[in-house]
């Protein structure tokens, strides 16, 4: 019997196409999709790609929690009560906001604020399968994992595992979607077309959840960019092995290359199993990804500087938001992990 | 009176580019346009935005070097010949190619192969007016920068001259123009829309240039992206300054950052009285800098990881090719370097 | 059992969207593709969003015309001479050039010259199924409409049936992926990008197969416009209706415009149960179809005027080409009609 | 002695052009500019690309209205109060709204409610140079024509005078520039890109303005859209010559077409002498008029039909707005009317 999923928030963008992917999926049922502001239309008429005739409907626990399980899409902040009552009722949560990504409550603070609903700080699994498959597999609450962090991780987890990460430096290119649908000056079409801009340079809070993720005490400097793109994110991360970092810099464009090369693409043979990475030759487009789960990825060495240069791509509202949750979802109740995707 | 101008290989986007400014110049009389492919037809019908009705010719040495100055349009490598020839009669030469750039022959043909005109390498002054501004005003023969180079030397010359400059990754977006007129795959619209794709990586030739240029024996790992935009490039530059990349990496993050915050923006005003470059606290968008000689700064400390990133952008058609050539050639014959910018 | 199809001339944009929907189609098998350029190259490198494994093969009709049917997706003129071969061996064909979709030979030659195989001119369905759904069913070769008639032809034909059609002036957009793959001039992004152009201006040869299909002896003034964007399409279409038309011009303004607004888009309830036809009340925008089989189509009447306003829009490359292709060839063999779409 | 000019509203894209051209007029002075949102911050802070260092200021009659001229930039309703107060003034006035344009009260109210102004309904000159340059030099009130009627009547003024325009439909294609400055949801990048949406569907205000500069009673059926561009308009306009109209229209296609067609053309050459129109062969860009003032116009005689189409390019504020106030303001005091442009 079909699982009943609600979808809370599903005005957003990533709302909305999770309602999507759960409309049409085989086994799911989505039972009921909430948002305030068009409280009352039909999320097709909002969106209507998703051709979800459901209406949407203003939030309210007795009514709406009554399901199997949630999609909630809510601001960091505001999502932290919601997920707090859902899982007080039983409801299995995965939630796409940042309020349960961190493991480390101060850290937490530092870039966030003071935490809603402490208690459950560090009771969530962080929702990248390609990592944390068997917890996500038990897991009551999964915190589904930043867009940024999505193709990062992904695009440098072998190299972290291998004890390969010195210095590191992300330069991360982003579609507008990821910067929601609220309307902006700085998501004015007139703003973004024709050009690059970069953005919470030092400061995007998608920074800690990185360094958790790949662990070593690794600091990145993760800066990133719009782009006049709709959809779509590509990561471009630059890393100074450490055995390189550590005293050997000078000799670093003298390395024997092609050992270094080969060493280097065999870690990330690890990957060949995952059903939605690609390790690929040439450049990872955005197309290639976009509206699908799939992250692309391909790994350079540059022989001249020692550095090894990773690139990987993810549409930023699939993998690197609810085509993740579905995975997450699946996972959680025992499915095919690529199912309705 | 006016100094006459010829553009040779006037059909591509640098070439129109520069006749366009040539030919609408208070001093400079634009004297004749050649082209190979285009030889016959009215600039202005090629080009219609150039507005310039004269008609492109096939290159003649005998007529078309009866000019006082020229500004060669030509590719690497088909350059040097011309240019020699045209050194030989004493026309005063603006090169747009790279083939004068590399003052050392052995890094030349590393990047490029055997050099066409070897006993001119050397000779060439670097045209880059806001470095070497004295040498250009006397010089027969200026090697125009590469665009990727104006930006990049420009960012990061403050801190070369300070000796800052420890571990360089330069991650640079630039328009599809950058990659001339000819048609390809890689240029065609579905293929450059809604994606970014980076090329050439580990190896695209205006890496020597920036570390000749930049000087100190520093090794930039550089990257170029193409991104879904017409004219304009930014480059985002990740610089570990030297202090800390030399055994005092882990503190990075500890250093007082408020101090060395002040110190790097007061590197900065070294171009307090430079026409056209603009040191500016938000981004420095592209839209900023369209179809101007102006390039356009920002620099920003990370505290935690201890690096300063420095953004700038041009439009590379202008301050990244035409208009620097232009403010060349004022400088060349003595007058204000801005005229006609 | 699934019955094999081949895909001729796969390495173009419409044919490798044809081989993508037949590969992960529930029934068809996608026996093989065929390309004269890209031969040997695996489809999933040419084009990797496709995820087809399959090389592409040169076409030799000893192999690659052992199957149920083909796609084929050749230029105009290449085409004929294929599929007559293909007739001949008892496969059936869905052929997405022109060849075959103008029922009178001479209306063919006057816009595309000589004919390459006349004794087949006037033997296919044209490829509409939401006016020829009956036909296709039982058809051996089905001649794909073009996509601009795909597109105009679906939103006036609820109009010409009507008896409606008096003047018609059809203002289209296209994205360039209309254009084919082959990189030109026209098609490099600089050309494109920040610009609208129209083009083929009053002799476009999609003109008569839309007069041919809303019969009734119209004559409609049909402009494309070159838009930049890399999928999508939209007719504008702006009809005096006959009445009208015919003496009463003038009094067109003060014509009773609540009845003719109600009757008019009461013609359309004529698509109430088309699976793949969406009749809305705002403008019908690209994104909304964007890779699916959907037409999307508003009516307005243009009260002051008594003009009728009808916009439609496809995905040019879906129901203006492939998905189409694979609804004809669902419809061919009996299956549901939407299956695999 | 330079002329003192004030830009009220100079905050919105309209106001910053027209601020950044007077700026760097060689006659006129930049007075002051007013905003109300952005009231103490630099103009160019706020549009950084006009390069204009003056502060913005709240707008107070006492201080801004001693001035010689003013440009001014409202949105319509709220223009015209102020309007009449720089009148009463002594201050010549180019107002950028609507407020003025229509000289028939009944059809302004028709179409944007009671008007504000009354008394001065009728007194401004249309500021279409082409059209009514003569008026022009002597007035102390212009009503800047709206962008879409700039294009349109510059396209249809020649068959107009020659009393050719029977039937006529205007597709009209724009930049999202012309929608305004103010985010909304059908102004977000992510709502824009990718697709073409026709807006205000028989009710855009800009109309009557059309109907009324052309004259003979026309009734034309204008139907703006919005593409994926941000600055830049092009008009593609159907005419049904009067003749063939009344009685002929099915002869239409066989009428000689090569008479019709010389005949069209040599009407174009009104515009021989005009600085700012270009008639031209192929299609008119927006790239060719982009940041200019000229306006770029091709005529083509669709023999089959015996329509006639006229498309035509302006970038929307510059000749369809600001630069064409410059323009406006150079006749009145007597200036050369290229000026500064």
Request: some cysteine.
């Amino acid at each position: 019997m079909a699982e009943r999923v609600a979808v809370l928030g599903a005005a957003g963008y990533a709302g909305a196409v999770a309602s999507a992917l759960l409309h049409r999926h085989p086994h799911f049922e989505l039972a009921c999709v909430t948002a305030r502001s068009d409280a009352g239309v039909r999320l097709d008429e909002v969106h209507p790609r998703t051709r979800v005739p459901l209406r949407l409907e203003e939030y309210d626990p007795d009514r709406h929690a009554e399901v199997d399980a949630a999609v909630v899409a809510y601001p960091h902040g505001a999502s932290a009560p919601v997920v707090e009552e859902l899982c007080a009722r039983g409801v299995r949560v995965v939630d796409l906001s940042a309020d349960f990504r961190l493991r480390d409550r101060a850290t937490y603070e530092d870039w966030y604020g003071a935490h809603a609903a402490p208690s459950l700080v560090g009771s969530a699994v962080y929702g990248l399968p390609e990592l944390h498959r068997e917890e996500i597999a038990g897991a009551h609450l999964v915190a589904n994992p930043g867009c940024y962090p999505t193709a990062a991780i992904l695009a440098l987890a072998p190299l972290a595992r291998a004890g390969l990460l010195g210095d590191v430096v992300i330069d991360a290119k982003s579609g507008v979607s990821g910067a929601g649908r609220e309307p902006t000056h700085s998501k004015h079409f007139v703003s973004v077309d024709e050009t690059v801009t970069p953005y919470k340079v030092g400061r995007h809070r998608h920074t800690p959840e990185i360094e958790q993720e790949l662990g070593g005490g690794v600091r990145v400097t993760f800066t990133p960019h719009l782009v006049p793109i709709a959809h779509g994110e590509l990561v471009s991360c630059y890393v100074t092995p450490r055995t390189v970092a550590e005293g050997e810099r000078d000799e670093g464009a003298s390395r024997p290359a092609g050992e270094g090369d080969l060493d280097v693409r065999a870690l990330y043979e690890a990957y060949d199993d995952e059903p939605w990475v690609e390790v690929v030759e040439g450049p990872p487009g955005m197309l290639e990804v976009r509206e699908t789960n799939f992250c692309r990825i391909s790994v350079h060495a540059d022989e001249r500087t020692g550095r090894i240069i990773v690139f990987a791509t993810i549409d930023n509202l699939w993998k690197g938001t609810s085509s993740q949750a579905v995975q997450n979802l699946n996972l959680m109740f025992g499915r095919d992990e690529s199912e309705g995707l």
